[in-house]
């Protein structure tokens, strides 16, 4: 293979693993958008997508225009459920103390799977297909295909969504200004929950596509969902166009370091790109301005 | 002496009594406690009491926030035990360097880290602790890579060696108490007044004439000199050191310790410290379900006792008894 | 330290400016405050007197102008150097610390004076614990001067709003301040409570204390300024002994709006 083949093979690799970092990272941002809060419960919704795919794909049989629908639905009102009553019971404003229940809740969420599903590594079907492609030299897998794909597609209709829907308007209303959403008579704790449930969906989703080449493990979505934080970071937290430039960013950075200086590193790469973003420029690439 | 003059001079001296107290108490457990099993996890608890009292000093009481204080544990361990492996250098020396090192090493972080607040500092913190579990398992030529170091030394002083768990319990639960003394002192000066200030009211407090960013700096440090000594007991004591003992979800224990326990309640991060130590061994058959069951205690006490659970019932008593008096005083209030 | 003459300037600032995004919350004011005398800032809301406070303690950084403090330039320093030049303040809307007892907040007023080590901290030597006595007899009686002395214990968030406001005068009392300035200390309270304020600040200002006082209350300022100095829309529109502040008629204009002559 030529060294401009690898290079494509590399940037591929980047930009697919770059779609799921900003997926996750945009499931952070909702919800710190609505609440003002870090869920760490995020990186566990990634998980359960893909748990809920094999349990759709392989116990229940079902075929996989039903079960991927279905495993994104059942992460979606796993999330909702995580805030109604996880969240909403807590009447603290304190961040760390919300920043803790999170990661109470997330525990008991890792905890759960691992019950339910054991502690052993799980193989994942894959959407389609398993005969690499080739294209402009490089071999792809046509699961990397469908990443990019689907993951373009979420984000437009994530936007059609925000801009288009009475609830997505009402969740950037919450997001503005929580009290002035409440006075025009939006309801801003239905909103949150919708906020949660769609930060599951992006969670989940991500988790549905990437676990076919990733193994499946209860605790897989962790490394996978802290790298997404550190896209939402590096993009700008909260920012909706961040999160996607801050994905394919980290994700680009991430595949061309492990390949051209050192793969064994290649996990530090995202936090030390986090802690550099953190340290320097802390509202990250696309931010609004110093918020924390 | 008369009662009134006793009354009054416990009063005065509550805080050195209660340690003297709790000290004595302690004293006879490995003559009752003789299941050397069972003296292994006091043992532990009392490395990570350590750690916890550092912690809560900078999240209970000066109200920042740190999701990575395995790294420093792990630092403190790892330095400990490669100085006194590879090095010969005698443990005490060993540790003090290690807790010099780990202290430069919490100024450098802690200079632009604790610019940060609310949870951009606390993804700082993880970040580090990641990079630092990383180059724990991968820089192997020096740290021994995934299978760690062993063959650490038992702590010695004066060609006493602490070997095993009874000598062992006695100089760890002793590190602890001095380590609770160090803390209470802390809390009770002007400075750790200021600690508490700044954690209400950062403008507020520096009105006063509190130097917000040194005081924050400086309580990070301390935490985390507190954690590198509590590593380097944990080497000594273990003899084996792997990297995953020091990875995110121990420092998430930690920080559920000074919780459970209750922020800024000192006495409390040893319950803490205690309970969850001790929460994997009693769970038994219920063994699988411990994730879950420690999440749930977690999300319990932050739902019901935020104030964590020592703290929750003695805000409890104090509004009670305050109320009372009140009360008593104007009864038409 | 008296290297000021009583009724001698203590501070004076010049030229102060502070622009919010093009808003002119504070232009080209210029303030002077003599030694143990009481100096009242007055003017309508949103007139820039707290703007002028928080220059002056270092939280806002003034545009351009200058603040000297008995020989010493202020702008640029940090809040706490500020504290520790022994300017002391009180906010608007209180910054008491709620979870703290009232003794702490009061001993925290003491700060500045605290100056331990960390290290005698930890090892609680002699002269600390000498030194803890000391600030607990002078937080002590400043409660009992402010009132709060059987609040000591209570946390400082469940005392009743005019127990806070005076808590927040004793904690910025306490370390007796070569400049004290209190941000509104009567706002929110009642006749009764004024009139308690009202008493603690003549007696502040009878143990030589130099104030600089922020009111709206005119009968208040009235009663103990020695001086006034009046702000609008951020400039300093009139100065002088309260009697001749109260007959100016720019000063009227501020406060009620432009006086026209109907037929």
Known sequence: MSSLQDFTQFVFSGLTSGAIYAMVAMGFGVVHNTMGIVNFTQVDFVTLGGMLLYGALVSAKMPMTVALPAAVAGVTLAGALVEFAGLRPSRSRNHLLLILLTIGLSIVLRGAMQRTWGKNSMAVPPLAGEAPLAFLGATIMPQAVWILVITALAMSLLVLFFRKTTAGLAMRAVASNPTAAAVVGLRVRRVRTASFALAGALGGLAGILVTPITTLRYDVGVLLGLKGFAAAILGGFGSFPGAIVGGIALGLLESLGAAYVSSAWKDTIAFLVLLLVLFARPHGLMGKGAGA | MSPRAAASFMARHRTGLSVIGLSLALVPVPLILTNPWKLGILNLIAVHAIVALGLNLFVGYAGQISLGHAAFFGLGAYGSAILTTAFAIPPLLAAALTAAGVALTALVIGVPALRLTGHYLAMATLGFNIVVHNVLVQWDRVTGGPSGLSGIPPLAVLGLAFRDEVRQYYLLWGAAMVFLTLSLNLVRSGVGRGLAALAEDEVSAAAMGVDVRRGKIAVFTVSAVFASVGGSLFAHYMGTITPDTFGIFTSIDFVIMVVIGGLGSLWGSLAGAAFVTVLPHLLGPLEDSKDIIHGLIVVTVLLVLPRGFLAGIADLAKSRLARGRSAMRSPMA | ?263
């Not at chain 3, 203590?10 to 303030?31: D, M, N, Q, R, Y």
């Not at chain 3, 002077?32 to 939280?59: D, H």
């Not at chain 3, 500020?82 to 009180?90: F, K, S, V, Y």
Request: glycine fraction near 12%.
């Open chain 3, 1 to 263: 330290m008296a290297t000021v003459a009583p009724n001698g300037i203590i501070l004076e600032a010049s030229g102060l400016t502070k622009h919010f995004g093009g808003l002119p919350a504070l232009h080209e004011v210029g303030f002077v405050a003599r030694k143990g005398q009481v100096t009242a800032l007055i003017g309508p809301n949103g007139a820039g007197k707290t703007t002028f406070i928080n220059c002056l303690t270092g939280l806002l950084r003034p545009d351009k102008g200058s603040m000297v403090f008995d020989g010493q330039e202020l702008f640029g320093l940090s809040p706490h150097r500020i504290a520790r030049l022994g300017i002391a303040r009180t906010f608007q809307n209180l910054g008491l610390f709620p979870r703290l007892s009232v003794l702490d907040n009061v001993l925290c007023g003491l700060s500045t004076t605290a100056g331990d080590s960390l290290l005698e901290a930890f090892l609680r030597t002699p002269s600390l614990r000498h030194r803890e006595r000391r600030l607990r007899l002078a937080a002590l009686e400043a409660l009992d001067t402010f009132g709060l002395a059987d609040r000591a214990q209570w946390p400082a968030g469940a005392l009743s709003y005019g127990e806070k406001k005076r808590l927040e005068l004793a904690r910025a009392f306490v370390s007796g301040p070569r400049l004290l300035l209190l941000d509104e200390p009567v706002a929110g309270l009642n006749p009764d409570e004024t009139e308690r304020v009202g008493t603690l600040i003549r007696q502040m200002r009878r143990s030589g204390a130099t104030l600089i006082l922020v009111e709206h209350d005119m009968d208040l300022v009235m009663s103990v300024a020695d001086h006034v100095v009046v702000l609008d829309g951020g400039r300093r529109i009139a100065g002088g002994a309260p009697e001749d502040v109260r007959r100016n008629p720019l000063v009227l204009e501020a406060y009620l709006g432009k006086i026209s002559v109907t037929a």
